[in-house]
């Protein structure tokens, strides 16, 4: 192990250097005991394995020893687009098409993802966009237990109801807004945010709104200003199908 790159809630990745094969590959290793835990582990991984994408984390090893269990994968350039927004809105069509693509093969396994958040989606240095962490991974239908990050869950994945790919297209449409805009489309930290009867509708993503504070303002002194400004290069059939995707009922959303 080399460094550490991530601490996570089930497991923390390291920076690895691999001497059977001699490159330096990423290493996610389980740092929960129980067993049921480790039984999802291995089960991600050979999920992984079967999906084979360019816009998927490859995954290479899985091994158990002394400290549990771990598999290796390929050492990702770049960063999670939590840092980069907003973007261009060419970036933006890139990411959609790439993750979308991702996205289209773990369907047709009918699986849903679960957690489609800006930490999950990554960026290289060559400009190409991929889908992490495949450790909420479930089939089409009603979960055991319900797993996501708030602001980018659908409605019907925050009420644990049955789920399929439009869950995840809704969460896609999040990061799509998230990247256009640098916002939530949502004010959600809880779950109960999210089932929240008349949620204040997200402004359409065209609008970007840039956040100020004022030099002698600190966080906890009140809330910053905000200063709404039309960004008009941003293409209106864009705009309409990031709205669509964030559509509250699964059934008003894009199917594909």
Request: hydrophobic content about 40%; overall charge negative.
């Amino acid at each position: 192990l080399l460094s550490l790159l991530g601490k996570g809630g089930m497991a923390n990745v390291y920076r690895a250097y691999d001497e059977s094969l001699c490159r330096t590959v990423a290493l996610k290793r389980l740092t929960v005991t129980a067993p049921e835990s480790a039984a999802l582990f291995e089960e991600e991984f050979h999920t992984l394995a079967g999906l084979r994408h360019q816009a998927i984390v490859e995954v290479y090893d899985y091994g158990v020893d002394a400290e549990g269990a771990y598999y290796t994968m390929e050492l990702l350039d770049g960063g999670d687009v939590a840092t980069l927004a907003p973007v261009p809105w060419q970036d933006v069509c890139k990411c959609l098409r790439d993750v979308g693509g991702a996205l289209a093969l773990v369907h047709r396994r009918e699986l849903v993802h679960r957690d489609i958040s800006p930490r999950n989606v990554w960026r290289t240095t060559r400009g190409d966009f991929k889908l992490l962490d495949f450790g909420a991974l479930t089939r089409f239908g009603v979960p055991e237990t319900v797993v996501g990050t708030p602001a980018f869950m659908a409605p019907e994945s925050a009420a644990g109801a049955a789920l399929d790919q439009r869950s995840d297209l809704f969460s896609l449409g999040a990061v799509a807004y998230y990247m256009l805009t640098g916002l939530r489309p949502q004010a959600a930290y809880k779950l109960e945010d999210v089932l929240a009867p008349h949620p204040k509708p997200p402004p359409p993503s065209s609008i970007v709104t840039t956040i100020k504070t004022k030099p002698e303002q600190t966080p906890d002194e009140g809330k910053p200003a905000r200063i709404a400004t039309e960004l008009p290069d941003v293409p209106a059939e864009l705009d309409e199908l990031v709205m669509s995707l964030l559509s509250r009922t699964p059934l008003a959303r894009p199917t594909t």
